[in-house]
């Protein structure tokens, strides 16, 4: 779970500009732990959207691109998200930017009290 978060985090700063706000939180909702990086970046295209968490899919960046990647990383964290119960999401951050979010039954959480 630790590689999630790194690899969202790694992710955002990646692809936002400099100076843009990178916001991690997390919560407790219902029987489920709520972990989300919200940043106010340019956002992900819309036709890019319903592709953005599947092998290999890095989007439009040409080769002179210096953030390019293997388009491997949010596949590993749904999957890794998945095995431990949770889901992985992709949403718009109002009014720009993105927020990718994932939940964690509260059972895979160890609450330190």
Aim: charged share 20%.
């Amino acid at each position: 779970i630790v590689q999630v978060i790194v690899n969202i985090i790694d992710n955002a700063l990646k692809y936002t500009e400099q100076g843009s706000e990178i916001c991690v939180s997390a919560e407790k909702q219902g029987g489920d732990a709520v972990i989300r990086v919200a940043d106010n970046g340019n956002g992900i295209a819309d036709d890019m959207k319903p592709h953005i968490f599947e092998m290999f899919y890095t989007g439009k960046k040409t080769v002179a691109d210096s953030r390019r990647s293997f388009g491997i990383g949010l596949t590993l964290c749904k999957s890794i998200v998945e095995l431990h119960g949770g889901t992985l999401t992709l949403t718009d951050n109002v009014p720009h930017g993105c927020v990718f979010a994932f939940t964690l039954p509260l059972s895979e959480v160890t609450l330190n009290e």
